[in-house]
């Protein structure tokens, strides 16, 4: 479980409220992998102040990551990354109109330069991009990459334990 006295090492942004549905998957994940993060709604077209702000302040506030989700013409996570060096995983949500397809390569396509990771469309890209956050911090907080180690081996056992598909 997430202590919550510690200082949030990840933070979890996403362009709109509406995406929560998606982003949550990414915060189960830290929570269960006992990764503390904060959790906030920061839009790049609807408040650039607060982009810039929250960009330009997470590394002294000792953010180590920044899983940042959007949908449409997503530019959030490439704003992130414009304004600080704190590695941003781009989760493209998916959009009503057209399926996500605009997030992803809105994320995706980043000149050289700005780097963002981009993950998977929707649910599963949130929480590969949580799983992704706690490997870039299992090296100095051993917790955390236990953590991972013993989810993945829980991962590895449940398939082989039920390989017989039509059981
Ligand atoms: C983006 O626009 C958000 O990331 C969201 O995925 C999309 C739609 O936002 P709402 O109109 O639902 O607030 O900025």
Redesign the pocket.
């Known amino acids: 479980m997430t202590n919550a006295s510690q200082a949030p090492l990840v933070g979890i942004v ?6 929560w549905e998606t982003m949550q998957h990414a915060a189960a994940r830290l929570e269960a992998l006992g990764v503390p993060h904060e959790i906030q709604v920061v ?3 609807r408040t650039p102040d607060l982009l810039f702000d929250y960009a330009a302040n997470a590394k002294a506030r000792g953010l180590r990551a920044i899983i940042a ?4 013409a ?1 530019h ?1 996570p490439g704003m992130l990354a414009a304004k600080t060096a704190v590695p941003v995983l781009g989760v493209p ?1 998916q ?1 009503k109109a057209l399926n996500g397809m605009d997030s992803l390569l809105s994320i995706v396509q980043m000149p050289a330069g700005i780097p963002v990771a981009t993950f998977a469309i929707g649910n599963a890209g949130a929480a590969n991009a949580a799983l992704f956050a706690a490997a870039l911090l299992a090296h100095d907080q051993p917790g955390i990459g236990q953590a991972l180690e013993d989810f993945r081996k829980r991962q590895t056992d449940d398939v082989l334990a039920n390989g017989d598909p039509r059981q």
């Open positions: 996403m362009g709109s409220r509406s995406d839009s790049a077209h989700g959007a949908g449409g997503a959030l949500v959009s």
